[in-house]
C-alpha cells in the first residue's frame, strides 16, 4: 500500500474547516505526510462584483486589487486556522487561487502530487448545487486520488 505523503485541504472558511484540518493532521501526522491547505476564490464571486462595479459607472473599481486584497486576507484567515487546529510539527502550506472550485482544486492535486484528498461534504445549499451539483460531488466524480469526505452537518 502506497504511503500518504502530501495530503489536500480544501478549506471554505465555513465552520468545518477546523475539523477538515484536523482531520488532515491526524492523518499527517501518522504518515508524516504534509498538508496542502487550498482555498479557491469562487469565479462566481469575481464576475457578480465586477458585474456591480460595471453597472455603477460612477464608480472606479480594479479587479486585480480586489484579488490581491482578497488572496491577502484569505491567506491570513488559513494562516490563523493552521497555527491553530495543525501541530507545528507538521509541514503545512498555502494554496489561495482563483477560478472554479473543483476545477483549482483538481490541478492542485496534480501540480502538487496529492495522495489524497480531505474535504467537507456539506451537501446541496442552494439551488445551484442542487442543478449542477457540489464542488465536493464534482470532485468525487473527477478526483485521480483518494477523498476523505467529511459530512459535519449537524441536523
Excluded at 489536500?8 to 505526510?33: H, Q, T
Excluded at 502538487?112 to 439551488?127: H, M, P, Q, Y
Amino acid at each position: 500500500m502506497k504511503t500518504i505523503q502530501r495530503i489536500v485541504a480544501a478549506i471554505d472558511f465555513s465552520v468545518y474547516s477546523p475539523k477538515i484540518l484536523e482531520s488532515a493532521a491526524g492523518i499527517a501526522e501518522r504518515n508524516s505526510a504534509e498538508i496542502v491547505a487550498v482555498n479557491i476564490i469562487n469565479k462566481r464571486l469575481f464576475e457578480s462584483i465586477q458585474k456591480e462595479f460595471d453597472d455603477d459607472h460612477l464608480c472606479v473599481f480594479s479587479l486585480d486589487k480586489f484579488i490581491l486584497d482578497e488572496t491577502r486576507r484569505r491567506t491570513e484567515n488559513l494562516q490563523d486556522l493552521l497555527a491553530k487546529w495543525v501541530p507545528k510539527q507538521i509541514a503545512t502550506r498555502i494554496i489561495i487561487r482563483g477560478g472554479v472550485p473543483f476545477e483549482e482544486i483538481l490541478k492542485v492535486v496534480d501540480e502538487e502530487g496529492a495522495d489524497l484528498i480531505v474535504v467537507n461534504s456539506k451537501g446541496r445549499t442552494n439551488f445551484q448545487d442542487y442543478m449542477y451539483g457540489t464542488t465536493s460531488e464534482k470532485i468525487f466524480a473527477h478526483s485521480p486520488v483518494s477523498i476523505l469526505s467529511l459530512n459535519l452537518r449537524t441536523w
